[in-house]
Every structure is written in C-alpha cells, then in structure tokens.
C-alpha cells in the first residue's frame, strides 16, 4: 500500500451470513477494538440486502461504510425481486460489491452485466467494489494477467475520468476464495501491478496512482500484514475472516503499517 497515493480500504464481505441480532453484536464488539483506525484505513461491512437498514444505523457511530453485495443494473422498475442502487443509496449505503466471482459463476453474471451495474452504481452516488480474478486453471495455464486485464477494461468500459476515482478494484484469485489457499504476496502484487498498469493505460498515470486495489481470497489475521506491505495492495476483501470481530479487527490494525 502507498497511503501517501491512495486510501487503504478494508471490507468485509459477510456473503450470506449473520441474523439481525448477531450482527449487532459484531457492530458493538468491533468498535471498542479499532478505536483509531481512521488514522489508517477506511472500514466497509458488505451485508446481506435485508441487514442493510440496520447495519447503516450500527456502523454510523463508528463512521464505517456500509455496502451491498450486489445491485440491479436496472434503474426502478418491474424487475421483480431485485433491487436498484437508488434503493440503497437511499438507505445510507455506500458501497456495492460488483462481480464477485461468486455472482460470475453461480448466478450468469458476465462482463457486460458487471459493466452496466458499475455504471449504475457510479450514478447513482454509491462507489463499486469491482472484483476481478483468474481460475486455477486460467492461472494454470498462464492467462492470468490477460484474462484479469480484460476483466478490468470490460467492466469500465464508459467510466468517465472523474468516476474512476470513486471505484474500488479487488483482485480476488477465485482459487483463494473461500478455500485457505492465499496468493503469495509477490504473485498478489504482480496482478494488482498489472492491474494498475491497465489503468494507467486508461486514465493515465495520476489517476492510476490514485485507484485502491485490494486483494481478496482467504485474507486472514496470520497473512494480512504482508499482503497489505505490497506496494500495490491497498486494502482487502475478506470473506470468511469479517465474520468474527476479532479476526476482522486484527486485519484493520495490519493495516495500520
Ligand atoms: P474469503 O472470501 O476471504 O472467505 O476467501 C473473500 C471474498 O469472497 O470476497
């Protein structure tokens, strides 16, 4: 990470987890624990859809960003069960998770439907947490600077200059998620590097400088402290390791580096 360049984000990602009453509890426990951490880092805990209201309410007082996990491409309309980002940015959520490999792979989600659902994420006001990320077998093979790229550029295609500073990139190998399995550091820093080249390629050197790339896959309280010391790994999404206040707050003071 480069604090002097960019913001350093950590973001849970609870996937479909927590009852109402146990993510107060993990509100209430977090705090005390990570009294300082604006002086390093920003917070943000993606939820389910329907612990949303309430997570805005829990998390205000320690000014942690709230996010979704996924949002409709669509603007309001009859698309029944899904939901728009004016609907939750109208609840006080700030971020949104796009493309998570998760989405990719079990509900169809392809480049075209991650490149409209940034677009309507950054109009409606709410940043994209963009998650980009190889197979074992895509890296297996070689591919996985390539296939990322390509990921990256898909999916702003029609981002303006002055939007791109709002978007979060998380390069999420989708052989790490969930598994234990951790990229190593150098193999982590050498996509984002790549990653931040692309963007480079796009909006040019300040803005690439600027852009918070984080890693994703099994990031946990024993490996944080290296990944984060990369030079282009600006932050996390953490899945299984944002479930206990503990473990989630071990990660936001690795951060602090
Ligand atoms: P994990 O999940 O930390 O449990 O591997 C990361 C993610 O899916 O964002």
């Known amino acids: 990470m480069n604090r002097q360049l960019r913001q350093t984000v950590i973001a849970g990602n609870w996937k479909m987890n927590m009852l109402t009453a146990e993510a107060k509890a993990f509100a209430d426990a977090l705090a005390p624990l990570v009294p300082d951490y604006k002086n390093w880092c920003e917070v943000v805990i993606c939820a389910p859809f329907v612990l949303l209201p309430d997570a805005a309410k829990n998390f205000k007082g320690m000014d942690a960003g709230v996010g979704a996990q996924n949002m409709s491409e669509h603007p309001f309309g009859a698309f029944t069960g899904e939901i728009c980002a004016a609907q939750l940015a109208d609840i006080g959520v700030s971020h949104v998770i ?3 490999s998760e989405r990719r792979e079990y509900y169809g989600e392809n480049d075209c439907t991650v490149n409209a659902k940034v677009l309507a994420a950054l109009s409606a006001g ?9 197979s074992l077998k895509q890296r297996e093979t070689g591919v996985t600077n390539d296939l ?3 990921q990256v550029k898909a999916a702003l295609h029609g981002v303006s200059p002055d939007s791109i500073r709002d978007v979060i990139i998380a390069y999420e190998p989708v052989w790490a998620i969930g598994t234990g399995m951790t990229a190593t550091p150098e193999d982590a820093q050498s996509v984002c590097a790549a990653i931040r080249d692309v963007l480079k390629g796009i909006y040019g050197e300040d803005a690439a400088q600027s852009i918070t790339i984080q890693y994703g896959g099994s990031m946990n309280d024993k490996n944080a402290f290296e ?3 990369q030079p282009d790994i600006d932050g996390g999404l953490i899945g299984g390791a944002s479930l206990k206040p503990e473990t989630f707050a071990a990660i936001i003071n690795a951060a602090n580096q």
């Open 148 to 150: 990322v790229s390509m």
């Open 126 to 134: 709410l940043k994209p947490i963009l998650c980009v990320g190889e």
């Open 227 to 229: 990944l984060l010391s």
């Open 98 to 100: 796009i493309g998570h």
